[in-house]
């Protein structure tokens, strides 16, 4: 079992920075620190899109929305998942998820769950 605690959204002034956290945590026999982590968001009346993800050798990857203002990491040591967001523009604004990868021994990794959706809101 893999569960996780997410914090960070709130409400700022466009050009502002915020920085969520996905914390997860695993049930004995779960791996964790090999496996992607990612970041995904959903406006109202729009589909749920990729914002970025960190591969579990930590290559990173970016929508093109979001170069170079967000940068995603991870803390093997805490099983958590950070997304830095600066320079935040309206159109950032969304419920952002955590989305997470576990295994166990000799398998291979799989989605373990969706986090609950942190609500950000850039006004202007």
């Known amino acids: 079992q893999v569960q996780l605690v997410e914090s960070g959204g709130g409400s700022v002034q466009a050009g502002g920075s915020l920085l969520l956290s996905c914390a997860a945590s695993?049930?004995?026999?779960?791996?964790?620190?090999?496996?992607?982590m990612g970041w995904y968001r959903q406006a109202p009346g729009k589909a749920r899109e990729w914002v970025s993800s960190?591969?579990?050798?930590?290559?990173?990857t970016y929508a093109d929305s979001v170069k170079g203002r967000f940068t995603i990491s991870r803390d093997n040591s805490k099983n958590t998942l950070y997304l830095q967001m600066n320079s935040l523009k309206t159109e950032d604004t969304a419920i952002y998820y955590c989305q997470v990868s576990s295994r166990r021994r000799a398998t291979s990794c799989v989605v373990a769950l969706w986090g609950q959706g942190t609500q950000v809101t850039v006004s202007s």
């Open positions: 695993a049930a004995s026999g779960y791996i964790l620190s090999d496996c992607g």
């Open positions: 960190v591969s579990g050798v930590g290559t990173t």
